[in-house]
């Protein structure tokens, strides 16, 4: 099925190991996202990527860094793990123009102990 | 002041019953979308609006731009309809991205 591929569903990692979260897309989309979701945050902008070679930080890029490895993949790696990012990532994207909406990837629930 | 407030936080219906949530944001947007979040679930995209109406099944989303200001309805509320449904924007002070409301948490009981 057309859509979004988060691995893993789910990880847990002990402070400061690292791990990368692999998103892609098969929907020929320009624009890619990283998302955490808190419970009382709502979902917060990591990093995102507007095309193929370019990425930007969002709102709450410390810790983590990204690749956009080609069109279709968006990486995120969390180099040194810490409890903070105990969270769900949410991988996203979105092509271009006016009046396309968003896709989003199942989720990875990640525990840091 | 956030930029994207919706109401209720939390919503309990009986199944049948028609369901109205709320969502205000305080900047120029180019685009509206409403989310569908089941617990412990994936999101999906239910509408995306730039004015209008729009309708998917017992699903209909409204916007006034003039008064930015979007509702979403739920028609015959069912069990499945039990969801956090958030309200995010594009444009305005995060350019492309989206800015997110906080979510309200429906619970439709048989």
């Known amino acids: 099925n057309a859509g979004v591929t988060q691995t893993p569903k789910f990880q847990v990692l002990k402070t400061g190991q690292s791990m990368t979260l692999q998103c892609a897309q098969d929907m020929n989309h320009n624009s890619m996202y990283w998302y955490r979701q808190d419970p009382g945050m709502g979902l917060r902008l990591i990093y995102y990527?507007?095309?193929?070679?370019?990425?930007d930080k969002g709102e709450v890029p410390n810790g983590y860094n990204v690749s956009r490895l080609n069109k279709r993949e968006f990486s995120l790696r969390l180099e040194s793990a810490a409890p903070s990012q105990t969270s769900v990532y949410f991988c996203a994207s979105r092509g271009t123009g006016g009046n396309y909406g968003y896709t989003f990837g199942s989720g990875t629930r990640l525990t840091v102990v | 002041k956030n930029e994207v407030e919706q109401s209720p936080q939390n919503l309990t219906a009986q199944e049948g019953e028609f369901i109205t949530i709320n969502c205000s944001y305080s900047v120029g947007i180019s685009a509206l979308h409403w989310l569908q979040q089941h617990p412990g679930g994936g999101i999906v995209s239910l509408f995306m609006?730039?004015?209008g109406k729009k309708k998917h099944g017992r699903l209909i989303a409204t916007i006034n731009i003039q008064e930015k200001h979007s509702s979403l309805h739920i028609t015959a509320s069912h069990p499945r309809d039990s969801a956090v449904y958030i309200c995010?924007?594009?444009?305005?002070?995060?350019?492309?991205?989206?800015?997110f409301g906080g979510g309200t948490r429906v619970l439709v009981k048989p």
């Open positions: 995010a924007v594009r444009g305005g002070t995060a350019g492309n991205k989206l800015t």
């Open positions: 609006l730039s004015s």
């Open positions: 990527s507007a095309s193929e070679g370019t990425t």
